[in-house]
């Protein structure tokens, strides 16, 4: 009678002091995700601290998937880069199996972005180009890793970022079918076109990768999500995402161009290697990007060394030759931009239609009929704002981002005053609204308020009275209002007259910032009759 199969050990029986081949003692678990454990161990040989990822048991039992994925561990062993976590050893005794490879102390990118929901744009551009760095040595080497992720990236105490797991999504593609029960090899969020459409690979489908990891850096969010795996993976063949200056005001143009460039659709369309990602990434101008207080404080290590906290600390930049100027952004790309050419010819056109109908009898009463839309016959003029200042009475100091609202009224439209960030859309249920106050030198009949934001989906009331009130209740009944405004927005005013307009904020819209709410307020003009 043939003998019955072995049967893995369960994964509950690797504990705390048990030994790997003899050799390996682990300490404490780190780390579990859908393929492995990882342990914090010793090597009792060499005597030193090492991690052990222990294969579960589902896959362990898979001989196949042994087979190459111990083929794989033995190609990424051969890599030997700072930045690329070293794999020492691989074990299978027990029917536990296993490798052993560098321990690297600090946290991974995922749970850093858990804590934190943004990266500030020069570190989030430092760590993509030690991970670009990354990317290019394995492929040099042959290997193309097929899974880059923040949890596969590692923010070591040291300041280094390295990148683990080369190799185990290749193995794990050879014994999977991408239209099997509608699963999909690898991590949705992060998959290249190529990757879901079943596509042979190459270093280009990294540098996708590595480009929506840069995007989720930056912006707070993936770019592509649906419902369940396979729609998020397939939404990249159908859909563009929102360019990033649309989810988060403040980013530089060129660096979203690198971003975008790098998640093209097509591999010709990016960048042909991690090299020349790398290269477009340290030729960035970062200079005009200052610090953000909220960007600053780093999560505890955790996910790599949970039982020892620390922080991860970066190398301290070079000192810079002066302070760069206050954070600005170039406003996102608007609905009614056109091109400049169409633009001519409509207004050439209209010209031509306007010096003729002038001529006519019907014509010269249509356009007196609209020079008659204001008192006066006159079309609505803008108004000069003589001050602004915010509007937060249900606040702890009555301020809200007081530095920005010079940005309101400046010339410059690449300026913006942001609200600060908030738990939830309805400002962390803390207040009612919050707001800006734009005063004149004297009462006006006003026209309307044209308000230009790169924020989506956000609500706002217009209040005006002859002078500033203290308290919500002492500008009256507001006489505009708007929901689900999708970016820049005009508020007709309707004749109102008073020297003080009110724009006080009651949704902050989608305007987040990984998982706190902001609204961001662009340049404003009042007309008036």
């Excluded at 691989?90 to 934190?116: H, K, N, P, W, Y």
């Excluded at 280094?160 to 593609?173: H, M, N, P, S, Y």
């Excluded at 005001?249 to 591999?267: K, S, W």
């Amino acid at each position: 009678m043939p003998e019955p199969p072995s049967t893995p050990a369960p994964i509950e029986t690797v504990a705390p002091g048990a030994r790997i081949a003899a050799r390996y003692r682990l300490v404490s678990r780190i780390a579990q995700g859908g393929m492995a454990e990882v342990w914090e161990a010793v090597d009792e040989v060499l005597t030193r601290p090492v991690a052990v990822k222990i294969l579960l048991p589902h896959l362990a039992a898979d001989k196949a998937f042994v087979t190459r994925f111990r083929r794989e561990a033995v190609a990424a062993a051969r890599l030997s880069d700072a930045h690329i976590v070293s794999i020492y050893d691989t074990c299978s005794v027990d029917d536990v199996e296993a490798i052993v490879m560098e321990l690297v102390r600090g946290t991974t990118l995922r749970r850093f972005l858990d804590d934190q929901g943004v990266v500030h744009p020069r570190r989030a551009v430092d760590i993509a180009v030690q991970i670009a760095a990354a990317l290019d040595h394995a492929h040099s080497n042959g290997l193309i890793h097929r899974d880059v992720k923040p949890g596969n990236i590692l923010l070591s105490e040291d300041g280094r970022v390295l990148v683990t797991d080369f190799g185990i999504a290749k193995a794990a593609e050879a014994v999977s079918d991408l239209t099997e029960a509608g699963q999909v090899v690898g991590t949705a969020k992060y998959l290249s076109p190529e990757q879901v459409q079943g596509a042979p690979l190459d270093a280009r489908s990294d540098v996708y990768a590595l480009g929506v990891v840069l995007y989720e850096m930056l912006c707070g969010r993936p770019p592509f999500a649906g419902d369940n795996a396979t729609s998020t993976a397939v939404a990249r063949l159908t859909s563009e995402p929102l360019r990033p200056r649309q989810v988060r005001a403040g980013l530089p143009r060129a660096l979203e161009d690198i971003v975008l460039r790098a998640m093209a659709r097509h591999p010709d369309d990016r960048y042909a290697s991690a090299a020349e990602l790398r290269a477009a990434l340290v030729a960035v101008d970062l200079s005009r990007v200052e610090p953000d207080d909220d960007d600053t404080r780093l999560p505890e290590a955790t996910a790599m060394a949970a039982h020892q906290p620390g922080e991860w600390r970066r190398p301290p930049p070079s000192p810079a030759p002066a302070p760069p100027p206050p954070p600005r952004f170039t406003q996102t790309e608007r609905a009614w931009l056109v091109p400049a050419a169409l633009i001519v010819v409509v207004a050439i056109t209209l010209a031509v239609v306007g010096a003729l109908l002038g001529r006519t009898e019907v014509g010269r009463d249509f356009f007196g009929a609209v020079r008659g839309a204001t008192p006066g016959g006159n079309p609505a003029e803008p108004l000069p704002i003589a001050a602004a200042s915010s509007f937060d009475p249900q606040g702890d100091d009555g301020r809200e981002s007081e530095n920005e609202l010079p940005f309101l009224v400046d010339p410059d439209p690449a300026s913006a005053w942001t609200t600060v960030r908030y738990n939830s859309r309805d400002l962390g249920g803390l207040k009612e609204g919050v707001g800006v106050i734009l005063e004149l030198d004297a009462a006006s009949e006003l026209d309307s308020l044209a308000v230009a934001s790169p924020t989506r989906d956000w609500a706002a009331e217009v209040y005006v009275a002859d002078e500033a009130a203290s308290a919500l209740s002492g500008w009256g009944p507001p006489v505009a209002t708007a929901q689900n405004i999708g970016g820049d927005a005009r508020f007709d005013l309707d004749g109102a007259r008073g020297a003080a307009v009110l724009l006080w904020i009651t949704d902050l819209g989608d305007g987040s910032v990984g998982p706190r709410f902001s609204t961001a307020i662009g340049n404003v003009e009042l007309k008036g009759r």
